[in-house]
């Protein structure tokens, strides 16, 4: 397929950072839930200060609901009120933009007088009425590519997104379905997407084991710089990281969130590989 305009390289801003062509390696990174405020703002805090060492431009993500648990009795978060009162807290305190998934259409109004982007999780990125709706907002949109949808197949998602608001549309990429209980990457996916919209890479879902933790996703958590590494040097706009001061004790995704006291020699390693693709 060709792009679907010629607005598809165009720089996608999100609050005050800028995603795309020409602009330095971002950062979206934050607890994969919202566990209490106080973990939230401390979280967001201490990551803050790291991106900023590292000289990355940072859009701090948590989510207020996680409608996507392999289980019943998997930890969703607080809901959507108290989740976005806690995130726009962080956004007043740190001064920081926020992201966070939106996973049903009447959630993205009041989503988005809150977050500067909306996020659509990968299992929903078909879903219509849910990106008209995100779009609709005026907020950006990040659309992860579903685990079942070809890096071509993914333009229709974005063309959505495109008729139904001005805010722009980022493409994350965050592994495909290889058989049960496997996610592999194709790193072309992310010069192909490109065409499309500027592109994030999501390291820490890509090391995903679906279905093989039993009642929560498996995963291979050390694999995340090989992968972190491999997706900027293959053209990502944007660094996906979920992290965690306490990873085994994490309440979602704790076999792949990225323990805090290693994020800043990840992201030194990321920043020598995007200044080394880019001859900065």
């Known amino acids: 397929m060709e792009k679907s305009d010629e607005r598809a390289t165009e720089v996608v801003t999100v609050g005050s950072v800028r995603i795309g062509p020409g602009c330095p390696l971002a950062l979206l990174a934050g607890p994969c839930v919202i566990e209490s405020r106080e973990h939230t703002l401390r979280l967001a805090e201490r990551i803050a200060a790291i991106g900023e060492e590292a ?23 607080p809901g959507l009120s ?33 977050l500067d982007l909306l996020q659509i999780p990968a299992f929903l990125c078909r879903q219509t009425d849910l990106l008209v709706a995100a779009a609709r907002t005026g907020r950006p949109v990040n659309i992860k590519k579903g685990q079942f949808v070809s890096p071509e197949q993914v333009c229709l998602a974005v063309e959505k997104a495109r008729a ?9 990429e965050r592994g495909t379905f290889f058989g049960y209980g496997r996610l592999v990457n194709d790193f072309t996916a992310i010069p192909r997407m490109a065409a499309w919209a500027p592109v994030v890479f999501d390291a820490t879902h890509s090391c995903q084991l679906p279905g093989e933790g039993g009642t929560q996703s498996g995963g291979v958590r050390e694999m995340v710089p090989v992968l972190a590494r491999a997706g900027v040097a293959a053209g990502a706009h944007a660094l996906f990281l979920e992290v965690h001061d306490r990873p085994d004790q ?14 800043a020699d990840l992201l030194e390693a990321c920043c020598r590989v995007f200044e080394a693709v880019h001859g900065e």
Do not use: M
């Open 55 to 77: 000289g990355l431009p940072l859009i701090f993500k948590a989510s207020f609901d996680k409608a996507n648990r392999s289980s019943l009795h998997g930890f969703r978060g």
């Open 250 to 263: 994490a309440k979602s995704d704790p076999a792949t969130v990225w323990p805090l006291d290693r994020l």
């Open 82 to 114: 108290e989740g976005l009162r806690i995130l726009e807290e962080v956004r007043a305190t740190l001064g920081l933009p926020i992201v966070s998934d939106v996973h049903t259409p009447d959630q993205a109004a009041p989503a988005g007088e809150v």
């Open 164 to 172: 139904s608001g001005p805010g722009g549309v980022l493409l994350t």
